[in-house]
């Protein structure tokens, strides 16, 4: 009897793989609200990223990829990559707009620039774009996207508070849309999913990066004291830690701690290393060697 029954059960699986296609596709699920919130799917090569009161409500956002295959190309896009996203409170209604802007981000790699590009690898990625679907008009609209490309692998990124629908990685057929394909040389700074931009621009030293201190302190909810007759640095969040111009010494409610690049001023500015003042304070830190990106998530 048990034998049966898993023979069944084998054969139901079996059936629903072959009824879509081939393919079985892995549902996401995220919460959105006052705190920031992220999903992915790495078999798909697609993440969600939205930052603190990215709405005014509670919602689940689901993310479900799209067999691209079965979406026609149309005369303007040809579609790499697409996915479902929905955003429902706990009632099942629908989200409208969202309060803040999410970032949607496609990875794409050589594969996906010969298969979108129908060969001709000597178009460039800038084709790449992402862009929604619009149901009224039966039509795919473009997002403001940027791209990242090393030669092998590439990241498309694009904000927006549309909220729930169809996006998806687009090439474009159009040849005088074709966007910038960056390197990503410049630092970029996040704060739960949101970029900073100092007036100041950060610099690598000894392998770390180097940002202005007082627009990171207090983009994290912490301030910052200035000791001058002891060249001092006091940031003060629920704990305070405190570093010497000059010196590799700190301190964690004077706890020692461990810093391996000392704070110093460049142009009446404060730098200090990134990675250590943000996770003294509490926070994550990763860092993509793609775009050149320094995520902290507090």
């Known amino acids: 009897m048990m034998k049966r029954m898993k023979m069944v059960l084998l054969v139901l699986i079996l059936s629903a793989f072959l009824f879509t296609g081939g393919t079985c596709w892995a549902v996401s699920t995220t919460t959105i609200g006052q705190l920031p919130a992220t999903l992915s799917n790495e078999e798909l090569g697609f993440r969600f990223e939205a930052p603190p009161k990215a709405s005014d409500k509670t919602y689940e956002v689901k993310v479900e990829a799209t067999d691209s295959k079965k979406i026609l190309p149309t005369e303007e896009y040809f579609v790499t990559k697409a996915v479902d996203i929905k955003i429902v409170n706990s009632s099942g209604k629908t989200a409208g707009n969202l309060t803040k802007p999410v970032r949607l981000i496609f990875t794409f790699n050589d594969i996906d ?3 979108a590009s129908n060969m001709n690898t000597n178009l460039s990625v800038g084709y790449f774009r992402i862009g929604y679907w619009d149901e009224s008009k039966n039509s795919w609209i473009e997002l403001p996207s940027q791209i990242f490309w090393n030669g092998s692998d590439g990241v498309v990124e694009a904000e927006t508070n549309r909220g729930a629908g169809r996006y998806a990685l687009l090439w474009s057929y159009k040849g005088d849309t074709q966007l910038s394909s960056l390197k990503g040389e410049e630092i970029r ?13 950060p610099f690598t030293k000894n392998d770390r990066t180097m940002v202005p201190l007082r ?6 909810g912490a301030h910052v004291n200035w000791s001058s007759s002891e060249n001092r640095i006091d940031i003060v969040s629920h704990e305070t830690v405190s570093l010497w111009i000059g010196k590799t010494e700190a301190t964690k409610d004077k706890q020692p701690l461990f810093i391996d690049v000392a704070p110093e001023i460049v142009d009446g500015r404060t730098f200090v290393p990134l990675r250590f003042v943000a996770e003294a304070l509490g926070a994550k830190v990763t860092w993509d060697e793609r775009t050149k990106t320094v995520s902290i998530l507090s």
Request: net charge negative.
């Open 189 to 201: 700074i996040m704060i739960d999913f949101t970029t900073i931009q100092p007036e100041v621009p």
């Open 215 to 220: 627009v990171i302190a207090e983009s994290m």
């Open 113 to 115: 620039h010969k298969r």
